[in-house]
């Protein structure tokens, strides 16, 4: 059983703080996927990862993939109120299916 | 909109009602995967199809859960005589092509509700 875990499960900060996010597995992984979901809505790709030590860096938001491509990390400068969401890492099997963990629901207040 | 399409955004039934729920993917995608959402609880997949195939339906309950993509329109994922434990946002998510390094993306799925 491919097991995952996203940490931490919650976080609320203030506007401009930093945050970094975390996402471990037992298992090995060609790729891993990040997602945010705003309540009502279905989840928002926001990056693709494959090469074991890539890093990917969307505007204020970096992604890493571990050299093993067993975990990844989100980092997030200088946060805003629209940074809030439930951010979710989704490794993928190579069947193709996404593996979701409980995912990191982060608040940013202003 | 060239997005994922789900309809209905929502869905009430009563306990053992039928529910169908659709799912119309990217222009251009072929393969389509249905997830779970169950209160306070992770995105579980259940089904995998491509144009008049099952790929993988491991994680989809082997009674009264079913699960089509023909030739011409939607996909659809049908739940036969619904229960209270089936309420969840159910959504869709499609890719162009089958190999593990395409990304997918989701509709803004449909939520049921059974009464």
């Known amino acids: 059983t491919q097991l995952l875990e996203q940490s931490p499960q919650f976080l609320s900060i203030q506007e401009g703080e930093n945050l970094t996010v975390y996402c471990n597995s037992s298992?090995?992984?060609?790729?891993l996927q990040w997602y945010r979901q705003e309540p009502g809505e279905g989840p928002v790709l926001l990056v693709t990862?494959?090469?074991?030590?890539e890093v990917k860096k969307l505007k204020r938001l970096t992604f890493q993939f571990g050299d093993a491509r067993k975990d990844s990390s989100l980092h997030i400068t200088a946060a805003q109120t629209g940074d809030t969401g439930l951010y979710l890492c989704?490794?993928?099997?190579?069947?193709?299916?996404?593996?979701f963990g409980q995912g990191t629901t982060l608040q940013v207040k202003p | 909109n060239a997005g994922v399409m789900q309809n209905p955004r929502h869905l009430v039934r009563r306990r053992g009602q039928e529910a169908r729920l659709r799912c119309s993917p990217m222009k251009g995608h072929s393969h389509v995967y249905w997830y779970r959402q169950l209160p306070e609880e992770g995105l579980k997949f259940m089904v995998y199809?491509?144009?008049?195939?099952?790929?993988?339906e491991s994680g989809m309950p082997k009674e009264r859960f079913s699960a089509e993509f023909p030739k011409e329109g939607p996909s659809i994922l049908r739940i036969q005589q619904v229960v209270r434990g089936d309420s969840a946002a159910y959504f869709c998510?499609?890719?162009?092509?089958?190999?593990?390094?395409?990304?997918?993306?989701f509709g803004d799925g449909t939520r049921l509700s059974i009464l």
């Open positions: 989704a490794p993928q099997s190579n069947t193709g299916k996404l593996i």
């Open positions: 990862v494959v090469t074991g030590g």
């Open positions: 199809l491509q144009k008049e195939n099952i790929i993988d």
């Open positions: 998510a499609s890719s162009p092509r089958s190999d593990s390094n395409q990304p997918q993306h």
């Open positions: 298992s090995v992984f060609s790729s």
